[in-house]
């Protein structure tokens, strides 16, 4: 890490940094030293001579109980796992830090939110959230997307997803929705998917689940990786500013490459071949120092202000349109440095909704209200203590007071006679800090009601803004929709649900609903279905569209609002990207290098793929074999020139594979001199010819794979049909 940070914060960045550190790290072996630490001993601290056998008596005879060495080894071993999470099981975690480019002072005391320059630590813990910890990273899930604020007052968490939206209102329902989305419980089958009978037959019961269920089957649910998702704080917070007022904030992540996702064909695939695709795709970034990079966004309103809207802003299934509130970007979030123990770190991290400091508030959303109370008894369950906050990846680096005490595994070790306030014993000290010296208060907040269990009217709606959403998508990206709304809902095998499901998709769209009709064996009722699977023709649609009218249609009034597709305005860099050249023994050296350094100086990373390890020619070493990797773990192909390197992979199946099913996922393929005869001597180029034509966009380039690669999104999402005929 850089060590000139400018820092208004009285503790420097690297300080804050060693406190999280810590004297709990120990030595890193593998870098082969001599000194402390490197005298093998047991967690007593005594030294051993042998850990190859265990005391017995005789070598032949039984194994001695007095053997301590071998009891504490079997015994640790036997206790190392801990529950996974309920939920969001499976992810994976790196540091940073965020900076502060606008202050928000107008808004909030926070000081993580005024001191523009500031630097304050952070961990972020990406995850899916119904598969199991061994499950595979690019299932069709939401992501959670939890950020940790190391700040001067305290530790704040923002614990948000990729989906500005939740499945339902009420806590109370979690659990449910939970249950029904696992694997079901009498077989555990299916891990890692909702295309199941029990997931469908909650959330057709379910209509406030509507506009949820549209962003999952979007291709928001399949990133490419990390880096090119967004995030969402989903619920309404408060800011509170000096004089105690507050304003309404919606947080969101903004990833400066660009929001990405893969097709679905190859998430399916990527399962297989690399079922750490993201936390694999992460780390190789980080390590070879491409950090992950977004901006803080805020969208800010007052209370009078949402009064005026037809949703409900304390209701988690509905967005606050940027069209209505523009996201403001505030600060830059790095993630530049991996864990160095995923346990310790990405596995013990216990993240809190109710962590959050002085200046930042929570709202009524009654989703929001349950968290406050879920998060930190998770952690009593998951880590087995309530001294879970002295772990040091969740101790704050603010100073910790208080009169709190023991417990299990209790790592503090509390001075003096006193533990109680007020005392006169111990000068009365910690003392409380008053508010406005920087003390928590809560916004206060006016409150008063009959005690009900009921749901506000305000919150009714359930398609208004599923409506919004689809009518918001592309063409392609409808299409996206429609063929994964068919694919999950023909796994359901109860008829019963496939309709009920049928009809809530009547009430967003009626054409997406015929088509997925259609795949269903049912008959549409939209008259719009010339092309099953298909998306309508968007001209009707669009007539039809803004003729609809709705009583609630909880969108502010608007048809179609920003920020919502992901084709539309996203950034298409090579940056991030991963480029697969496939190389045999007499390759093209200069032209393999040269290109290397393009993608490198383009910020894209890049494997050689030969037909086996090693040296291909001076200086072109394959670190990738075509046996070992797989075209759906690269976003562009490249074939260089060198008559013997292609004529070795002319012969190879392999190769032609590799070639068809990048080009089926509409990904760019470059070649150069002799290179472009894979692509045109072969069955390949035959095909490629015959479907794409030399004019397509998609049509193997040639030259320029760099540029290229940054069309990468558009060709993918248009080139889908004729893709699909090569397959
Ligand atoms: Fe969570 N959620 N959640 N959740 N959630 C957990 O806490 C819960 C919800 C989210 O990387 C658990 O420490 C309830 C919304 C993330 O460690 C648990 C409700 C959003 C993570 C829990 C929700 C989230 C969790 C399991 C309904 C997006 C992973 C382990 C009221 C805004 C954090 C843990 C990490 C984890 C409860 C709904 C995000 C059981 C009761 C909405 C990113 O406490």
Redesign the pocket.
């Known amino acids: 890490m850089s060590q000139n940070r400018k820092l208004s914060t009285p503790l420097s960045l690297d300080d804050t940094l060693a406190r999280l550190d810590d004297q709990t790290k120990d030595q890193d072996l593998s870098a082969n030293v001599a000194g402390p630490g490197t005298r093998l001993t047991d967690n007593m601290g005594h030294p051993i001579s042998d850990d190859q056998n265990s005391l017995r008596a005789g070598a032949r005879g039984p194994t001695l109980m007095e053997d301590f060495l071998f009891r504490e080894k079997i015994h640790h071993f036997d206790h190392e796992r801990i529950p996974e999470?309920?939920?969001?099981a499976r992810?994976a975690?790196a540091h940073g830090y965020f900076e502060l480019t606008k202050s928000l002072s107008q808004y909030t005391t926070a000081r993580v939110l005024t001191e523009v320059g500031a630097q304050t630590p952070v961990f972020v813990?990406?995850?899916t959230?119904a598969g199991s910890r061994g499950s595979a990273d690019t299932a069709r899930d939401v992501r959670?997307?939890?950020v940790r604020f190391y700040t001067q007052e305290g530790n704040w968490d923002i614990?948000?997803?990729n989906i500005p939206v939740?499945f339902?209102q009420d806590?109370i329902k979690?659990p449910d929705l939970i249950h029904s989305v696992k694997p079901e419980p009498h077989h555990e089958i299916p891990q890692a998917a909702s295309a199941h009978d029990t997931f469908y037959d909650f959330i057709s019961l379910t209509p406030e689940s509507m506009h949820m269920l549209m962003w999952v089957h979007s291709d928001r649910a399949i990133p490419r990786s990390f880096a090119m998702m967004e995030g969402?704080?989903?619920?309404t917070f408060r800011l509170v500013d000096a004089r105690g007022q507050a304003t309404f904030v919606k947080f969101h992540w903004k990833p400066t490459l660009g929001v990405h996702s893969l097709v679905w064909d190859e998430a399916q695939k990527i399962a297989g071949k690399d079922p750490d695709f993201h936390r694999r795709s992460m780390w190789e970034s980080i390590e070879a120092g491409h950090p992950y990079v977004w901006d803080l966004g805020v969208q800010l309103f007052t209370e009078a202000q949402a009064e005026g809207w037809d949703f409900d802003v304390l209701d988690?299934t509905k967005i606050v349109p940027e069209d209505l509130v523009p996201v403001q970007r505030v600060g830059r979030l790095t993630l530049d440095r991996n864990p160095d123990n995923y346990f310790a770190e990405t596995e013990q991290?216990?993240?809190?909704t109710t962590n959050l400091v002085p200046g930042i508030d929570f709202s009524d959303d009654p989703?929001?209200q349950?968290?406050n109370?879920?998060?930190l008894?998770?952690?009593l369950s998951?880590l087995g203590s309530p001294n879970w906050p002295e772990l040091p990846i969740n101790r704050p680096v603010a100073r910790v007071a208080n009169h709190q005490r023991d417990g299990h595994m209790r790592q503090t070790i509390n001075r003096g006679r006193v533990s109680y306030e007020p005392n006169t014993l111990g000068g009365n000290k910690p003392a409380e800090v008053p508010a406005a010296r920087g003390g928590f208060a809560s916004f206060p907040e006016r409150v008063s009601g009959p005690k009900v269990r009921a749901r506000a009217q305000s919150f009714s709606d359930h398609y208004g803004q599923a409506r919004l959403f689809w009518n918001s998508m592309t063409p392609v990206e409808k299409e996206h929709i429609t063929r994964s709304l068919q694919f999950e809902l023909s796994k359901v095998e109860t008829r019963d649900i496939r309709l009920r499901m049928l009809a809530h998709l009547e009430k967003i769209n009626e054409v997406l609903a015929a088509q997925v009709a259609r795949a269903l064996g049912e008959r549409p009722t939209a008259p719009n279905t010339a092309r099953p699977g298909g998306t309508a023709d968007s001209a009707a649609e669009t007539a039809r569209l803004a003729a609809a009218t709705s009583p609630t249609t909880a969108s502010g009034k608007l048809q179609r609002a920003k920020g919502l597709s992901m084709e539309e305005g996203q950034p298409r860099l090579a940056k991030g990207r991963k480029v697969a050249i496939l190389a045999a023994e007499g390759v093209d050296a200069a032209g393999v290098q040269a290109l290397r350094q393009a993608l490198k100086d383009a910020g894209a990373m890049a494997d050689v793929v030969g037909p086996h390890l090693g040296t291909l020619a001076e200086g072109v070493v394959a670190n990738k074999t075509l046996a070992n990797t797989d075209p759906v773990l690269y976003d562009a192909v490249f074939l260089p020139g060198g008559a013997s390197s292609l004529r070795t992979l002319i012969g190879m199946g392999d190769a032609h594979n590799f070639v068809a099913q990048a080009y089926k996922h509409a990904k760019p393929i470059g070649a150069l001199g002799e290179g472009t005869e894979l692509l045109t001597a072969s069955e390949i180029g035959r095909l490629l010819r015959a479907i794409a034509g030399p004019a397509t966009s998609a049509a193997p380039a040639g030259t320029e794979p760099v540029q290229n690669l940054s069309e990468v999104g558009r060709v993918r999402l248009a080139s889908g049909e004729a893709a699909q005929k090569l397959a």
Not at 232 to 235: A, D, I
């Open positions: 999470r309920v939920v969001h992810g975690g813990r990406f995850s959230v959670g997307f939890a614990v948000g997803n939740f339902i806590a979690f969402f704080g989903v619920h988690p991290v216990g993240f809190m989703l929001l349950g968290r109370f879920s998060y008894d998770t952690q998951r």
